[in-house]
């Protein structure tokens, strides 16, 4: 079974076919992300193992923590402010861009 990837923010089709042929992508229903994460079915939200959005996504610690599997943050552009990095260190999530 593929990964599960969270993409929570529009990217370009070339990638996001990229993604697809990889990965079993689901897409946020909306930009807020606090509120695409309470969306979710519980058990899909617990599939979920990336998450790829722009690093100025507000992404706080009890969005975060309703993904148990969550492993790696994948931030497009520059910076990752929007990201409650102690949270996800004291995880052990990975942040990159």
Known sequence: MQ????????VSEPFHEHLKA?????????ADFDAAIAALPPEL????????AFGSTRMPAAALARLPRLGLICCLGSGYDGIDLEHARERG?????
């Open 22 to 30: 990889r990965f079993r992508v689901i897409e946020a229903e909306t």
């Open 45 to 52: 939200a617990g599939d979920i193992r990336i998450v790829v």
């Open 3 to 10: 990964p599960t990837i969270l993409l929570a923010s529009r």
């Open 93 to 97: 999530i990975v942040v990159t861009n």
